[in-house]
């Protein structure tokens, strides 16, 4: 994650979306906060998950990148992105999400988690958002 989000603001000219730094930074930082005590267990666990449907999106970057575009494995890591992101970044989340209010009751007094909960929240949105775009792609 550190390394993509060096590469991201490296490359800031000539990427302008800069959700996936977003991403990227939300992601470090709640892990670095989730990992450093022995809180947020369970939502880290589904939210490592969602991150399977990273290796088809490279897949799919390189494809597009060679101008490989209509090559059979194109289309396939297009679709298994496709599937693998709704089941884990929105389904899975939303799970994820829904799971974490309900359990507010064991978390709410902890110092630090509220802001974590939010920053999860945000990611959820964020992911949302680019479910439209992989959906009109």
């Not at 390189?62 to 298994?80: I, Q």
Request: proline residues 1%; positive net charge; contains cysteine.
């Amino acid at each position: 994650l550190q390394w993509d989000l060096c590469w991201l603001i490296w490359h800031r000219r000539e990427n302008k979306d800069m959700s996936a730094a977003i991403h990227h930074t939300l992601f470090i930082a709640v892990t670095h906060y989730v990992l450093f005590g022995c809180f947020f267990k369970k939502p880290f666990a589904w939210l490592s998950l969602t991150e399977l449907s990273t290796p088809f999106l490279n897949a799919r970057w390189f494809y597009a990148a060679a101008k490989m575009k209509e090559r059979r494995g194109y289309f396939v890591s297009s679709l298994l992105f496709a599937v693998t992101f709704l089941a884990t970044r929105v389904l899975g989340y939303t799970l994820g999400i829904v799971d974490m209010i309900c359990s507010y009751s064991h978390w709410h007094s902890f110092r630090g988690l509220h802001a974590t909960a939010f920053g999860l929240a945000l990611g959820y949105v964020l992911n949302l958002f680019w479910f439209k775009k992989v959906v009109q792609a």
